[in-house]
C-alpha cells in the first residue's frame, strides 16, 4: 500500500496546476459572470493532452492511469470547476464507453479526433421525465433501413452548447417488439440534431450546458455503441466512471475553497489579530483539511481498483458521495471564514460555494450513490 | 546530428523560505521543488534548436534524489536522455566543485557534444557562476545571459543584452551558453510527454565513483567557498514629521539635518534663520 504519491503523479499534478493558475485562474470569475466558455483556453488544452487523458496512444491519447485522470481534474476544478466539468464529462463519460464498448471502425474513426479535442464530447441520458430513475427514457431510435431516426429531447446536457458528438441514449424495439434501451453516437452535424438555449444555472456557470433535440436525426446504424439493448449496461458502467470524475471535480473545488479561506484567515485582522489565531476559525481548518485527505485517499482507492481491473462501482460511488458532500460542506465553511466578504463576488470562495452544490446532484445524486452502496453492500453475503 | 547538453537545477518553489536562524541554512524540506526558471528556458532553447534542425539533447543534473523529478520534466518537455549526478559526498559543493563535477559528467557521458546550454542564474542563489566556470573547466568559448541564439553550420550566434547594450556574439563549437529570462518562454509539458518520460526515455543514475572523483581530488577541487554567516538583511526606517507654518518647518529641518545633507552633495549648505 503506497501512500505517498509517486514522483509521476507529483509532476502530473504540478503541471496541471501550473495551466490552471497561468491560463484559467485570471479568467475564472469573468467565464462564470459571463456564462463565457473559453475556446482560446480549450484550444491550448487540445495539444496536451486534455482530452485524452485515457485514451491509447495509437490513438493520440496520453494512456494515463486512474490517479493521474483524478489528479489533472481535481487540479483544473481548484481553479475553474466549469472547465473541469468539461474535461471530466468528455474523458469521463463521454471517451471511456468508446473504449469500453466501441467496434474498432468506430474506435477508429472517432477515438483520434475526441483525443485530440478536435471533437468534444457529450454523454446525453437525462430528461424531463428521467432523471435518477435512468429507466424511464422516452427519446426514440426507430431503425430504417441503413438507419435509425431519432426523435426526443435530453436536457441538462453538459458540453451540450459545444459538443461535437454525443452518445445518446435512446429507445430501440427488439424483434419481438420489447422496448429496450441502446445508445447511439450523434454527431452534431447530423440533420436534425438540434441545440436548446444555453441553461442559466446556480454554478459551473462557463459550462454550456444545453437541451439537445432530436428531429427525425438520422443516425446510421454503424454508429448503434454496443448492441441493441446494451443501453443499461453501458450507462451503469460508464456513470460508474464519471463519479470518479465528479468525485475528483468536488475534491478539486474542496481545496481551492480551503486555500482561499487558509489565506483569507491569515489576511484578515479582527480584534487586532488575524482571525486564524481564533480557535473558531483554526477548528474550521482542522476539519476541512481532514475531510479533504480522507475524500482524496477514497477517491483514490477507487481510482485503483478500477486500473486494477475488478469492480469498483461500490467505491466509486462512495468516492462521490464522500467528495461532494464534504465540497459543499468546506466551501460553506469558506464563505463562513469570509464573512461577508465571501457572500459577495469580489471573493472566489462565493463561486466555489454554488459550483459545489450540483456535484451532490449530477452523475447519480447522493440519495442514488447510497443506493448503490446499500445494495453492494447488503448483496454481500458476509455482511 | 547536433549534440546538446542542458544542466538544469531544482529549487524551491517560493522564493522566501524560511531560515533556520540556527545554522544560517534554508529550510528546504519545507518547500516543494521545481526546475530552475532560467534553467527551464535553456530546456526550450534546446528544444527549438531540436525543431528547427535536429538534435539530441541530454538534460543533465547533480542534486538529491528528488532532483530526478525535474529531468523527467525536461524529458517530458522533449529532451531525450536525463542524467542524474547523486552522490552525498558530493553535498554541499559550491559552485566551483559543481562545475568541476559536471565537467568530469560531460567529459564522460557525452564528450562530443557540441552545445551545452545552462540557465543563467538560479532562483536559489543567484550566483551565474557555474556555466562559466563549467566553460573554463572545458575550455570551451563560453557567452553569459544569451536572449536568443542561431546556429549556421558550426557557428552559433548568440544575441546578449549587457549593461544596456544588446550585442551579437559569433563562436565555434564546442560552446557554452547560459539563457537569461528575456525570451524562450518554456512550453507546457503534455500529459503524452509526462507519460513518455517515465515510460520510454532513459534516465541515468551516476556517483562519484563512475566519474572518476574521490576525496583525494574533491580535496583538491571541492568547495573553496566558506559560508560563515546568513542572515536576512534588515531594513529600518524611522520617520520624523515635523509641523508648523512652511517656513519654520523648513528652517527646523535644515538645522536638524543640514550637517547630513551637507556630507552626501560635498559642501556645506547655511542656512538663515527668520527673526
Not at chain 1, 422496448?179 to 450523434?186: E, G, N, P, R, T
Not at chain 1, 481491473?309 to 465553511?333: D, H, N, Q, R, W
Not at chain 1, 446532484?361 to 447522493?366: A, H, K, P, Q, W
Not at chain 2, 559528467?105 to 564528450?111: F, G, R, T
Amino acid at each position: 500500500m503506497q501512500f505517498n504519491p509517486c514522483i509521476k503523479h507529483k509532476l502530473i499534478r504540478n503541471s496541471a496546476r501550473h495551466f490552471a493558475e497561468t491560463e484559467l485562474a485570471p479568467i475564472a470569475a469573468e467565464i462564470d459572470q459571463q456564462r463565457r466558455f473559453p475556446r482560446d483556453v480549450i484550444a491550448k488544452m487540445r495539444a496536451l493532452n486534455y482530452f485524452g487523458l485515457q485514451v491509447p496512444k495509437e490513438y493520440g491519447g496520453a494512456a494515463l492511469d486512474s490517479i493521474s485522470t483524478a489528479i489533472v481534474v481535481e487540479e483544473i476544478s481548484r481553479v475553474c470547476a466549469a472547465v473541469g466539468l468539461c474535461v471530466t464529462v468528455h474523458n469521463g463519460v463521454a471517451v471511456y464507453p468508446f473504449l469500453q464498448f466501441a467496434n474498432p471502425s468506430q474506435k477508429e474513426i472517432y477515438l483520434p479526433q475526441m483525443a485530440s479535442g478536435k471533437m468534444i464530447g457529450a454523454f446525453s441520458l437525462t430528461e424531463a421525465n428521467a432523471g435518477s430513475d435512468a429507466g424511464s427514457v422516452e427519446t426514440t431510435a426507430v431503425k430504417n433501413g441503413s438507419h435509425y431516426i431519432l426523435n426526443g429531447t435530453k436536457i441538462f446536457v453538459t458540453n451540450g452548447g459545444v459538443c461535437d458528438v454525443a452518445l445518446i441514449f435512446a429507445l430501440t424495439s427488439s424483434p419481438d417488439n420489447k422496448l429496450q434501451s441502446s445508445v447511439f453516437i450523434v454527431e452534431s452535424k447530423f440533420p436534425g440534431f438540434l441545440r436548446g438555449e444555453l441553461e442559466d444555472l446556480c454554478g459551473m456557470r462557463a459550462n454550456p450546458v444545453s437541451s439537445l433535440f432530436f428531429e427525425d436525426c438520422p443516425v446510421p446504424a454503424a454508429n448503434l455503441l454496443g448492441k441493441q439493448g446494451d443501453g443499461m449496461k453501458i450507462g451503469l458502467s460508464t456513470l460508474d466512471n464519471g463519479r470518479i470524475g465528479v468525485a475528483a471535480q468536488a475534491l478539486g473545488i474542496a481545496q481551492g475553497a480551503m486555500e482561499a479561506a487558509v489565506k483569507y484567515a491569515k489576511e484578515r485582522q479582527q480584534f487586532k489579530k488575524p482571525i486564524a489565531s481564533q480557535q473558531t476559525i483554526q477548528n474550521y481548518i482542522a476539519d476541512m483539511a481532514t475531510e479533504i485527505m480522507a475524500a482524496r485517499l477514497l477517491l483514490y482507492r477507487a481510482c485503483e481498483l478500477k486500473d486494477a481491473g475488478g469492480p469498483f462501482g461500490c467505491e466509486a460511488s462512495m468516492a462521490k458521495l464522500y467528495c461532494s458532500t464534504i465540497a459543499s460542506k468546506v466551501t460553506s465553511l469558506a464563505v463562513q471564514i469570509h464573512g461577508g466578504y465571501g457572500y459577495s463576488k469580489e471573493y472566489d470562495v462565493e463561486r466555489y460555494f454554488r459550483d459545489a452544490k450540483v456535484t451532490e446532484i449530477y452523475e447519480g445524486t447522493s440519495e442514488i450513490q447510497r443506493m448503490v452502496i446499500a445494495r453492494a453492500i447488503l448483496s454481500q453475503s458476509m455482511m | 546530428m547536433l549534440n546538446i547538453v542542458v544542466c538544469i537545477k531544482q529549487v524551491p518553489m517560493v522564493t522566501e523560505l524560511p531560515w533556520d536562524e540556527k545554522t544560517g541554512t534554508l529550510r528546504r524540506d519545507l518547500a516543494a521543488g521545481m526546475m530552475n526558471p532560467a534553467c527551464k528556458r535553456a530546456v526550450e532553447a534546446a528544444l527549438q534548436v531540436k525543431e528547427k534542425q535536429g538534435a539530441v539533447i541530454t538534460v543533465m543534473t547533480m542534486g538529491p534524489p528528488a532532483a530526478e523529478e525535474v529531468l523527467r520534466e525536461a524529458l517530458a518537455m522533449g529532451a531525450d536522455r536525463g542524467i542524474l549526478i547523486c552522490d552525498r559526498t558530493l553535498a554541499g559543493s559550491d559552485t566551483y566543485a559543481t562545475s568541476y563535477i559536471l565537467a568530469a559528467a560531460i567529459q564522460k557521458e557525452a564528450p562530443d557534444c557540441h552545445l551545452i546550454l545552462c540557465g543563467a542564474y538560479t532562483s536559489d542563489s543567484e550566483t551565474a557562476q557555474v556555466g562559466p566556470q563549467l566553460a573554463e573547466e572545458l575550455k570551451m568559448p563560453a557567452a553569459a545571459y544569451v536572449e536568443n541564439l542561431e546556429i549556421s553550420g558550426r557557428l552559433l550566434r548568440v544575441r546578449r543584452l549587457v549593461d544596456n547594450f544588446r550585442e551579437t556574439l559569433e563562436m565555434e563549437f564546442p560552446a557554452l551558453v547560459t539563457i537569461s529570462m528575456e525570451r524562450y518562454e518554456p512550453r507546457y509539458a503534455s500529459f503524452a510527454g509526462l507519460n513518455q518520460a517515465f515510460n520510454e526515455k532513459n534516465m541515468a543514475i551516476l556517483k562519484a565513483k563512475h566519474l572518476g572523483i574521490t576525496s583525494e581530488n574533491l580535496h583538491q577541487h571541492g568547495s573553496r567557498t566558506k559560508v560563515r554567516k546568513v542572515f536576512v538583511r534588515k531594513t529600518q526606517k524611522e520617520n520624523e514629521l515635523i509641523t508648523g507654518a512652511a517656513a519654520n518647518a523648513v528652517c527646523e529641518f535644515l538645522d536638524k539635518y543640514q550637517g547630513k545633507i551637507s556630507a552626501v552633495i560635498g559642501k556645506s549648505i547655511e542656512t538663515k534663520k527668520q527673526t
